[in-house]
Structure formats: structure tokens, C-alpha cells
Nanobody
Framework: QVQLVESGGGLVQAGDSLRLSCAASGRTFSSYGMAWFRQAPGKEREFVAA????????YYKDSVKGRFIISRDNGKNTVYLQMNSLKPEDTAVYYC?????????????????WGQGTQVTVSS
């Protein structure tokens, strides 16, 4: 069992930066591939970024490439999402997720555990 708790969301202006954190419980954090998803009002939850167990490989949604950086610290059981040059279309609730399989990492169904989400609002 893994519990995930996100933090770091807030209200910012376009062009600003935010760093989201996701703290995981348990001693097997390094066994999980991790990802960030987001869900805007009236839309489906969508993949944003993912990172493999060691942190050596990262993957991104096209619209956030070059602006967002996913990273992890297995010693601190934490995954991060550094978000730069934020745009109003980045406004959403952001969720972190953990997958023991980490095959189809862009798919919501690949993930076994989810956090409760943190709101990110970007004003124009």
C-alpha cells in the first residue's frame, strides 16, 4: 500500500513558476514508476509527465515539454514537478500517481495509487 500526498499548488500569473511535490509513504517508493496527471473542469484526466524507478528516464506531454521538469528523490520518497512559464491552459487539479508495472505510462489505468490532488490556477 502506498499513500501519496501532493502539495505546492496555488494561484499564479501567466509566466510564473511553481513546484509541486508528492510525498509517498512506505519503504518501497523506488519500486514504483511515478507520474503527474491533471484534470481541468469538464475535461478528462490527462497525462502530464512520468519518471521511471531510478529517475533516469522521463516522459512528457508535448504541450509541457521544455517548460515542466519531473524529478524524484528516492531517499526522500518524493516526486516533484517543476512548472515554468505557466499558461492559463495549465490550470487544473494536478495528481501524482504510482505504478508498479510502469509499462503504458501515459495511461491512467496503468497506475495503482493516486494522491488527492492539488489545485493549480494560472491567471492571464
Amino acid at each position: 500500500q502506498v499513500q501519496l500526498v501532493e502539495s505546492g499548488g496555488g494561484l499564479v500569473q501567466a509566466g510564473d513558476s511553481l513546484r509541486l511535490s508528492c510525498a509517498a509513504s512506505g519503504r518501497t517508493f523506488s519500486s514504483y514508476g511515478m507520474a503527474w496527471f491533471r484534470q481541468a473542469p469538464g475535461k478528462e484526466r490527462e497525462f502530464v509527465a512520468a519518471i521511471n524507478r531510478s529517475g533516469g528516464s522521463t516522459y512528457y506531454k508535448d504541450s509541457v515539454k521544455g517548460r515542466f521538469i519531473i524529478s524524484r528523490d528516492n531517499g526522500k520518497n518524493t516526486v516533484y514537478l517543476q512548472m515554468n512559464s505557466l499558461k492559463p491552459e495549465d490550470t487544473a487539479v494536478y495528481y501524482c500517481a504510482a505504478s508498479i508495472r510502469f509499462g503504458a505510462y501515459r495511461s491512467r489505468t496503468e497506475y495503482d495509487y493516486w494522491g488527492q490532488g492539488t489545485q493549480v490556477t494560472v491567471s492571464s
